[in-house]
């Protein structure tokens, strides 16, 4: 019982004391605000590139294109995300009065993308070259096959590969503090500097943390699930 109620008053001296759990909700917010954009930013470059490199496969066309897409993966891919941020925000924009969560935004969108864009060209090249005979028998040119038949089969086959990449984007945002972002980490660690309690503090934002990839990992699931129920039907 004295455990208990010692336990009890440290979670009230580490969160309640001066509100500090508002530090945690401020944070929350910032880090799914982080995300949500990044997602955005991630998709639609990924996609684009996804399509130059694909064009290039099946077609040889967009060299130069495809040059620099490939260029961007490999630098991309090849560094850690906390350095490309810590690049955008101290080298990049250096000179730039700029709000840090527009660069953390830019940062990890740019760094989703390069991810996003393996997975939709896996998912394009996955597609039978059949498929683009149809389109073509059917009178379609390249890009209205690309658009009318091959691009909504590669979707669907894709869609938990790029639920999961949103998953871990989430997490990737945690080394927002790099750049003095108080994100949901961030939070914690300021609780853990005021309180000179390191556990609770960061033992709740793993628990935040973790309590948002289980709900993501589920819904991942549930569409998993349907997409085999509606392969099966």
């Known amino acids: 019982m004295d455990f ?27 880090t799914l605000f982080i995300t949500f954009f990044a ?25 130069f294109l495809n040059l620099l897409a490939r260029i961007y993966l490999t630098v991309i891919r090849g560094t850690p995300v906390v350095v490309q941020l810590l690049i955008i925000y101290f080298v990049i924009f250096a000179s ?25 060209r896996s998912g394009i090249m996955s597609i039978d070259n059949g498929q683009f005979e149809a389109g073509a028998s ?4 390249y890009s209205r096959t690309m658009i009318y038949i091959v691009l909504p089969q590669a979707f669907k086959n894709i869609l938990p590969a790029l639920a999961n990449e949103c998953i871990v984007l989430l997490k990737e945002t945690s080394v927002a503090g790099y750049i003095a972002l108080t994100d949901l980490t961030k939070g914690g660690d300021i609780i ?27 819904m991942v699931s549930k569409l998993e699930r349907r997409l085999a129920k509606s392969d099966r039907g």
Do not use: C
Not at 205 to 210: K, P, Q, S, W
């Open 138 to 141: 059917l009178g379609l040119n």
């Open 4 to 30: 208990f109620q010692e336990f009890l008053h440290k979670l009230y001296t580490t969160f309640v004391v001066d509100d500090r759990w508002i530090y945690l909700v401020d944070g929350l917010k910032t």
């Open 96 to 120: 730039f009065n700029i709000d840090k969560t527009l660069v953390a935004i830019l940062a990890f969108g740019l760094n989703s993308a390069a991810y996003v864009a393996e997975i939709f």
């Open 192 to 218: 853990r500097s005021q309180t000179y309690e390191a556990f609770l503090p960061l033992i709740a934002v793993a628990l935040i943390y973790l309590i948002m990839v289980m709900f993501l990992s589920a």
């Open 39 to 63: 997602v955005i930013i991630g998709m639609i470059l990924g996609f684009l590139i996804a399509v130059i490199r694909s064009t290039h496969d099946k077609k040889g066309k967009l060299k």
